[in-house]
């Protein structure tokens, strides 16, 4: 008997980097996994939902398709996002929002529509990645901070309106992992970086979203913080 058989799992980002390695743990732990994310290149043992969770449109249709595929989801991974490291004035406007659709706007319609249906259910686990610029401010990270910390303040406001409900909610904030999300900007060679090889791996967040994931519905865990030495 393996700790999440019978459950089912959605995992958002799940293509790839930690969203990758998330689907792997919990599906090996037994789960019922649906990934999701625009594109999904076959893998055996998964439910496939492929979605644009920017897409308003998209994002919206999604918990319909989800219920059909697999019903309501025990334990939801709130993990797409995208990354820009940028300095203020080289920032424009239009990659704030494009930043903001996926890391923010999308977390929010995810959890308006799959909350609810958690809570009708009884309870369950809902994990959301934030990141250690949800609460650091960092040069160069104006516009993913600022999605960042909108997404901790979701968190934060959405534990004081679930409390009691038996939906658990947790903020996982991990720092530099080493992801596809570090590609554009060569972090070994970047100064005030850590190398690649000094970074989290996906598998390590992964095994952080397992842990809160297989806790017994009395164990809160609002935020869980973990970072390279
Ligand atoms: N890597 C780090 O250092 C780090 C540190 C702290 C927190 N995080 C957070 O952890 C999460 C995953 O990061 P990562 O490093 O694993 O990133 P990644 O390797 O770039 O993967 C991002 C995932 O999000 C999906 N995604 C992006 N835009 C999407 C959209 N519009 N609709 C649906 N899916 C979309 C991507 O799939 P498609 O492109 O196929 O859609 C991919 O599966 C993010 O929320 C990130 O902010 C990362």
């Known amino acids: 008997m393996r700790p999440l058989d019978g459950r089912v799992a959605l995992v958002t980002g799940a293509s790839r980097g930690i969203g990758a390695a998330t689907a792997e743990?919990?599906?090996?732990?037994?789960?019922?996994?649906?990934?999701?994310?625009r594109?999904?290149?076959?893998?055996?043992?998964?439910?496939?939902?492929?979605?644009?969770?920017?897409?308003?449109?998209?994002?919206?249709g999604l918990v319909e398709r989800v219920q059909r595929a697999a019903g309501v989801p025990a334990i939801v991974v709130s993990n797409a996002g995208g990354f820009l490291?940028?300095?203020?004035?080289?920032?424009?406007?239009?990659?704030?929002?494009?930043?903001?659709?996926?890391?923010?706007?999308?977390a929010f319609a995810l959890a308006?529509?799959?909350?609810?249906?958690?809570?009708?259910?009884?309870?369950?686990?809902?994990?959301?990645?934030?990141?250690?610029?949800?609460?650091?401010?960092?040069p160069e990270n104006a516009a993913y901070a600022a999605?960042?910390?909108?997404?901790?303040?979701?968190?934060?406001?959405?534990?004081?309106?679930?409390?009691?409900?038996?939906?658990?909610?947790t903020l996982i904030s991990p720092g530099p992992t080493d992801t596809e999300a570090w590609d554009p900007y060569d972090p070994d060679h970047r100064e005030g970086f850590p190398a690649r090889s000094r970074m989290?791996?996906?598998?390590?967040?992964?095994?952080?979203?397992?842990?809160?994931?297989?806790?017994?519905?009395?164990?809160?865990?609002?935020?869980?913080r973990l970072g390279p030495v």
């Open 200 to 224: 989290l791996r996906p598998a390590d967040v992964a095994d952080a979203v397992l842990f809160v994931a297989t806790r017994p519905p009395h164990v809160a865990i609002d935020w869980l």
């Open 25 to 37: 743990a919990l599906r090996q732990a037994g789960a019922r996994v649906v990934r999701v994310s």
């Open 85 to 106: 490291l940028a300095p203020l004035e080289r920032t424009t406007v239009e990659q704030l929002d494009a930043l903001l659709a996926i890391n923010l706007r999308a």
């Open 147 to 169: 999605s960042k910390y909108g997404v901790r303040g979701l968190h934060e406001t959405l534990v004081a309106e679930y409390r009691g409900t038996g939906v658990r909610l």
């Open 39 to 60: 594109r999904l290149d076959p893998a055996d043992g998964y439910i496939d939902l492929p979605a644009d969770l920017a897409d308003v449109a998209q994002a919206a």
């Open 112 to 138: 308006r529509s799959l909350l609810p249906l958690q809570r009708s259910a009884g309870g369950g686990s809902y994990i959301t990645l934030g990141s250690v610029a949800d609460h650091v401010g960092f």
